[in-house]
Structure formats: C-alpha cells, structure tokens
C-alpha cells in the first residue's frame, strides 16, 4: 500500500511565524503536491513538483514556497503566516508525469493561525 | 481558465434512497477520476473514466461519464450509512509550464439519515 505521510495532524501558529510543513511518501513516485481545502472550495492546488528540485506553481502559489531536495520528501512552507492562512493542508503523490494516474493523499494537517 | 463544478452541493438523504452527484467541466477532458473523502479522514482514489460515453460500476456506485467528455455522474444506489462522506471529481489540465495538473471539483457532501 502506498503510505504519504504529514508531519503533524494539528499544528497552531502566530501570525508572522514560518511555518515548515513535511510530506513523505515511501512507493517512490515522482510526483508530489501539495492543496489546501476549504469548506465550500474543494481542493485547490498550491504547488506540485515531477522531480527533485523541480516545482511549479499550482492555483494559488502566493504565499507559500516548496522544497523537494530529495524524491520521497515534499515540504511546504509558509514565509509568514497570516490568519487567511488557516486551513486544511493535504499532500498528495501520484506514479509517474502528467494527470492519469490516481493520487494518493495523506491525513492532512489542520493548521490555525492565530 | 478550465473551470470543474460539481452539484448539488449538498445532499440530505434517508438510508436506502438513491444518491447522484453531477460534474461538469468548462473543456473537454481526456478522463475523469472520482474521490471520496469520509468525514475526518483524506480523499480517496474511487475510480478513473477514459473513454467517451464510458459506465463503469463498482458494486452500488455507478459512474458515468458524458460522450462529449465534459460532464460526468456519480450514482449510488440504496445508499447506507457507510456511504456518507464528501465525493470529489476531479479531471486533467495543463499549466503555464506545459505540465499535467488536476482540477478538482467543490465536492457533494452526503448524509445519509438511518
């Protein structure tokens, strides 16, 4: 079974904190992403990457920055967090380039900005 | 930009009534994948339609998706109590950077009323 895995299931921060946010997944797919989900909005992605060191701007990119040094590893980061920040961070990977292939999600983390 | 809306948004159901959620998308796309996400839990993977006009079922469920390839329907039949959960459709497109990214649809929330 495919296993991704987040750094932490609830996280809370102040406003102005960086904030580092980990995912790992261990059946070596190339692609990771990273959504945030919202009541109402679904799951909007904010960056994805197809190789090591390789990454590119999902929906809404602004604010957030991404690292992938090495293929199983995916963080996101959050410069400085703000309130409008609060939400539901999902990390996903898929086998393989391009939209055909399912994507395996982990648990989430919820993350409040105070 | 491409744009995949699902309705309703909501759905109210008593055990052993049919549910079907609907999806639409701006664009023809080459295929569709189906998620469900129960309540607490992370979106999972149901099942991915290729073909124009293609049905595939998965014991209750039946997935539709359109000949023109922009719409597709999620059914389930006699829905029980293990049904309930968020159901998203997401289908393909490409970024500004030639890559494959998918579009996820709001979601249909269901409850499901013993």
């Known amino acids: 079974d495919v296993k991704v895995t987040q750094s932490s299931r609830y996280l809370v921060k102040r406003t102005g904190e960086k904030v580092f946010l980990e995912c790992v997944q261990d059946?070596?797919?190339?692609?990771m992403f990273w959504y945030r989900q919202d009541p109402g909005l679904g799951l909007r992605l904010i960056y994805f990457?197809?190789?090591?060191?390789?990454?590119e701007k999902g929906d809404i990119p602004e604010g957030y920055s991404v690292s992938r040094e090495k293929k199983e590893r995916f963080s996101l980061i959050l410069e400085s967090a703000s309130t409008n920040q609060t939400s539901m961070y999902l990390c996903?990977?898929?086998?393989?380039?391009?939209?055909?292939?399912?994507?395996?999600f982990g648990p989430g983390t919820r993350l409040t900005v105070t | 930009g491409q744009q995949v809306m699902q309705i309703p948004q909501y759905q109210h159901v008593q055990e052993g009534e049919d549910f079907t959620t609907y999806c639409n998308s701006s664009t023809t796309l080459s295929n569709i994948q189906w998620y469900k996400q129960r309540p607490g839990g992370h979106p999972v993977f149901l099942i991915q339609l290729v073909k124009s006009g293609e049905v595939k079922k998965q014991k209750r469920l039946t997935f539709q998706f359109g000949e023109a390839k922009k719409n597709s329907s999620l059914h389930i039949t006699a829905t029980q109590t293990t049904d309930v959960g968020t159901y998203f459709c997401?289908?393909?497109?490409?970024?500004?950077?030639?890559?494959?990214?998918?579009?996820f649809g709001a979601g249909t929330r269901l409850a499901v009323h013993p």
């Open positions: 990457s197809y190789d090591v060191k390789m990454k």
């Open positions: 996903a990977s898929s086998l393989n380039r391009g939209s055909s292939y399912e994507q395996y």
């Open positions: 997401a289908g393909p497109t490409i970024n500004s950077g030639g890559y494959n990214k998918l579009i």
């Open positions: 059946m070596d797919h190339e692609n």
